[in-house]
């Protein structure tokens, strides 16, 4: 593993799989946390001798002035010496700060903070498909019998061209149903993550689509997206202009700003960073509600807590198992 760090722009390679890279990138990060706080410590207690030697060598001369001039020459000896030896401890002092190899504080990167709003819990079936059938040309989907119940954690899993996606789309009422039934519950609220992100494709500033699509103030709408790394050069540039990382970000922002009690999330770690990724698995593994995930994350499927996986190979169901 290569990692490109975002402060310094330089390359560090790790041997190993991805975990051992994880483990190696905290064990570095301690390290780097320690040695800088040794610093800290040991800067600032020589500042603080250095500040106090400083003081005790004033007082020793205010002292020598206000002495009495009695000619006394072992006296006058005395208060010189005592102050040349204080002078010279705020020297050797000194010289050790300027020796004191400085570390700079480990560099603190922007962090996703994401909190998923719950809107409130839904009825006992969140959704169902009965015989259900999506046909694309030649290709075709189901005939499906399926039903999400609340607080379930489904993955959707499947190679490329399964039907994934379509199984998602047919489940939220956007492809036509070319047999069977569909139905969904009447308190359920979707929060949908696209796997091509096309809520925020839209011609307009990205403030705009954002504060319409939320009913936000601008100042809620503009303090939000910033939390997610979309400060004021990205909130006025065109939706459809942002990269899809940065399309990612602005629509879990929308999770946050409207809440759902149904999340259907399409390849959610697709363009996103690894800091977001993992803030993304904490804040989904302690989601209440329903969870439906379409995803090639291993790593992700393992930190969810899922409590069914749904297999498709060509259309068809190969496998629906309860975990």
Known sequence: VVELDEASHRATGYSGGFAAYLEARATRRRHAVEAYETYVTERDRLRTRDREQRQWAVQGVARARRAPRDGDKAQRDFR????????????????ALERLEVVEAPYEPWQLRLELAVAGRSGDVVARLEGAVVERGSWRLGPLDLELRWAERMAVLGPNGSGK?????????????????????????VGELGQERR??????????????????????????????GLGASHVTRLAASLSPGERTRAELALFMAKGANCLVLDEPTNHLDLAAIEQLEEALASWPGTLVLVTHDRRLIES?????QLHLEAGQVVSNVAL
């Open 80 to 95: 010189l010496n005592r102050t040349e030896k204080q002078a010279s401890k705020v020297r050797i002092t000194e010289r």
């Open 199 to 228: 809520r925020l494709q839209q011609g307009q500033p990205l403030i705009e689509v954002f504060l319409a699509t939320t009913g936000s103030t601008t100042t809620e709408g503009r303090s939000l997206l910033a939390k997610f």
């Open 165 to 189: 996606s379509t199984l998602i789309a047919a489940l939220l009422g956007h492809a036509e149903l070319t047999a069977g039934r569909r139905w969904m519950g009447p308190s359920v609220v």
């Open 304 to 308: 969810v807590r899922l409590t069914r």
